[in-house]
């Protein structure tokens, strides 16, 4: 790990991963600059967003937490995600991991909360306040 990738902000919101339909057009909450993460591929569109925000009647799981790198992290530092989701995945915690240009964003249960923050603090990661 490296030293200056070891802080962590635990986001206070719960997340939804919605499946919506292929060609959906994207609600226009999501287009409105809050927190939400908007994939579209050539088999699904998936929304990403906190559980407040997300659509109605809908493919989806609720009941994610999320916690994102403190510090800038540049897109060739893949290490230090895969350091994370090694330590996560030796303690039994499945995660998803939504990389933006500036950060990582990893999302877990919120049943698996406990476990990912000592999981983490053993391992010489600390959470911040923003």
Do not use: W
């Not at 902000?9 to 919605?18: A, G, I, M, T, V």
């Not at 292929?22 to 699904?44: H, N, W, Y």
């Not at 510090?71 to 230090?80: A, F, G, S």
């Amino acid at each position: 790990m490296q030293q200056k990738y070891t802080k962590l902000e635990l986001l206070n919101e719960k997340f939804c991963f919605s499946k919506l339909p292929q060609f959906a057009e994207i609600p226009s909450v999501f287009l409105k600059g809050e927190f939400c993460f908007i994939a579209r591929t050539d088999v699904e569109l998936v929304v990403v967003s906190p559980e407040f925000m997300a659509p109605n009647n809908v493919q989806q799981e609720l009941g994610f937490r999320c916690f994102r790198l403190y510090n800038t992290i540049p897109l060739d530092e893949h290490r230090v995600v895969a350091s994370i989701v090694q330590l996560l995945a030796s303690g039994n915690v499945n995660v998803q991991s939504i990389s933006t240009f500036d950060t990582v964003y990893v999302f877990f249960r919120e049943d698996d909360l406990e476990t990912v923050v000592n999981i983490l603090q053993k391992a010489g990661y600390e959470f911040v306040s923003a």
